[in-house]
């Protein structure tokens, strides 16, 4: 029975199912499920929401009898306050089915072609724009001496299919998310000048490639670091990240631009150890990378694992992901960064922005502003659905970590966010990525030589917009898990 | 991996930490065949039957790294970390301590070998 603001433990109405699970999970483990009904289920969500929620002070507590479905009433259980730049304050409130999530985590390499899009239009008039090809993938493979894919080029059509405009949404699903390796398609591609070509491209297992591509840049005031690095999610990225500094330390550059423009996140560990190796011991020794704070109620208590709330370190060895654990790892030793962003640079990016910052070490921002995500959550599985709600909010070593309207670059307009020293630039898809060209690239360097920006861009300006608009329609997703197409709920889906 | 799982659980001699530190040996896991059965108990023990063992390998050095589960793409500003656990062989059994914390998971010696 609810009596408003009165809650019994969570833990008292857990896996009291309507529809109880029998067996084992993907993992192995077997399902705790007993019998229960939907009411306790929503009672459960009511009362883990006023334990763990970070904003559970915000949330009205409505009746569960008046809702029907769990997660109408798991949709109601948030903030519904809003930013200073007036986006929702909680943006990262969701669910999904517990065997998607299971699958999606646990996932052995899945067909594809290696190709990260940004999706300006998910449904028609499409527009999806080649981003990067991940090296070695089916989708870097030259014919001609051009790879199948080139950063810039928007798809036409897909086996035949009227990608832009057309209905066969069937044949568009089959092409772009092929469900096995060895599978060939057909796509026709048309460049910055209105070029068109087909190519003939057969699907392989693929993984995400966290680092790809390290260079070292002569200027006249020494040698400057770039490393494109796009997902501190698989465990690749720990000996990746390990292998480019090394590289880059062995070549004695005095500087790094890190370019995060299309990294959405993942691990906070990674992030702290991509921040040791960028800083050294000298400001990190000692000091928090990053701190997780709960809602108010906790105390120095994970109120999710019920364990001590241990702040994350910079870690300055290998955990053990591909790196052994203990293994020291290489420094660059700066004082400052130059990052490269868009609003894609989310998450665990902006961990390593804030991280850094909370020890003194310069971060210079050239792009545009981050996406403005401080916040992560321990996803919870309960009869068969896991729920994401905000739980903790990363704060640096000064606890800092209120920048939910994002990291902008100095010379923005946007009059919201944490500004950092830095300039607006527009990212350039007709312009290859991380070359003398590349409009953020050569800000950046520009900036370090001079000190100046160019007159700041937006994305507005360089992308062509389909003509007439956007507008409602069918949109594609990938087969089984929609989530799979999104790394982030604001951000444009990132296939690969 | 299930059958493992059950056998693993077999082996989950004790969760107590009433034996005596003074005949601590620093251990390793025999061999391959030996780590899936530790890898069972362990799992067990945290309730992950089924997760990757980190670097380095515990059949060479004297820890065994439990990797949390991988992301799902949702999950962009994830808070988990490996989980260590310090190997030894203890009064006859193999004992495996997670460092830092409290578990303890017991495994017959047979299952390990002193360093």
């Known amino acids: 029975m609810w009596t408003a603001n009165v809650f019994e433990s969570a833990a008292s109405y857990k896996d009291a199912c309507a529809v109880p699970r029998s067996g084992r999970d993907l993992e192995g483990k077997s399902f705790p499920d007993q019998p229960g009904s939907t009411l306790i289920e929503k009672f459960w969500l009511r009362s883990w929401t006023e334990e763990t929620y970070l904003f559970y002070t915000e949330v009205t507590d409505r009746d569960p009898n008046l809702f029907g479905d769990r997660l109408a009433y798991f949709s109601q259980l948030r903030t519904f306050a809003v930013t200073p730049s007036g986006e929702d304050k909680d943006e990262f409130h969701f669910s999904e089915p517990t ?26 008039p499409r527009s999806y724009t080649v981003r990067y090809v991940n090296p070695g993938t089916p989708a870097a493979q030259e014919v001609g001496g051009v790879a199948n894919f080139v950063r810039g080029e928007r798809i036409i059509s897909i086996d035949g299919a009227d990608f832009v405009n057309g209905n066969d949404t069937d044949t568009l699903t089959d092409g772009l998310f092929p469900e096995n390796p060895g ?48 997902t501190f999610t698989p465990v690749t990225a720990e000996d990746e990240l390990v292998d480019a ?30 921040a040791y190796m960028v800083a050294g011991s000298g400001p990190t020794a000692g000091n928090t990378f990053e701190r997780l704070r709960f809602n108010d109620a906790a105390g120095t208590i994970n109120p999710v694992t019920g364990q001590a709330n241990q702040p994350f370190p910079f870690y300055d060895t290998g955990l053990g992901f ?11 030793n700066l004082g400052r960064v130059f990052v490269l962003s868009t609003e894609n640079t989310c998450s665990a990016s902006e961990t390593v922005i804030n991280g850094l910052r909370g020890v003194d070490v310069e971060v210079i921002l050239i792009g545009d502003t981050t996406c403005g995500k401080p916040f992560g959550f321990y996803p919870t599985d309960n009869c068969g659905e896991t729920y994401f709600t905000i739980q903790f909010q990363g704060v640096n070593d000064k606890g800092f970590g209120d920048y939910t309207d994002g990291f902008v670059p100095m010379n923005s307009a946007f009059p919201f966010g944490v500004k950092l020293p830095g300039c607006q630039v527009a990212d350039d898809l007709d312009r290859p990525i991380g070359m003398a060209t590349d409009p953020l690239l050569d800000a950046a360097l520009d900036y370090r030589a001079l000190g100046t920006c160019p007159p700041p861009t937006t994305r507005a300006v360089q992308l062509s917009q389909p003509a007439g608009g956007f507008s409602k329609g069918e949109p594609l997703t990938q087969r089984g898990n929609i989530f799979d197409t999104n790394r982030d709920l604001r951000m444009p889906g990132d296939f690969e | 991996m299930i059958a493992q799982a059950l056998i693993g659980a077999a082996l989950l001699l004790s969760v107590s930490g009433c034996l005596s530190a003074s005949s601590s040996t620093p251990a390793v ?87």
């Open chain 1, 99 to 124: 065997d998607a999530y299971l699958a999606a985590s646990i996932a052995a390499p899945t067909a594809g072609y290696g190709v990260s899009f940004e999706v300006e239009s998910n449904t028609a």
């Open chain 1, 183 to 230: 599978e060939m398609h057909s796509f026709v591609l048309e460049d910055g000048n209105g070029v068109r070509r087909t190519v003939s491209v057969t699907s392989a297992n693929v993984t995400p490639d966290p680092v790809n591509a390290v260079r070292t840049i002569s200027t006249g005031t020494g040698k400057v670091g770039y490393i494109f690095f796009n």
């Open chain 1, 245 to 274: 500094v090394t590289q880059l330390a062995t070549e004695n550059v005095t500087d790094l631009v890190l370019d995060l423009r299309y990294n959405g996140g993942g691990l906070i560990a990674i992030a702290s150890q991509l």
């Open chain 1, 322 to 332: 591909s790196v052994p654990n203990g293994q020291a790892l290489p420094t660059l």
């Open chain 2, 29 to 115: 896991i025999i061999d391959q065949d030996a780590l899936s059965e530790v890898a069972a108990a362990v799992g067990e023990a945290i309730g992950r039957p089924r997760f990757d063992v980190g670097l380095p390998m515990p059949t060479e050095v004297p820890e065994l790294v439990v990797l949390p589960r991988g992301l799902s793409p949702l999950e962009t500003r994830s808070p988990a970390r490996p989980r260590v656990f310090d190997i030894t062989l203890d009064d006859g059994a193999c004992v495996l301590n997670e460092r830092d914390a409290t578990m303890r998971v017991v495994v017959s010696d047979r299952l390990c070998r002193p360093i």
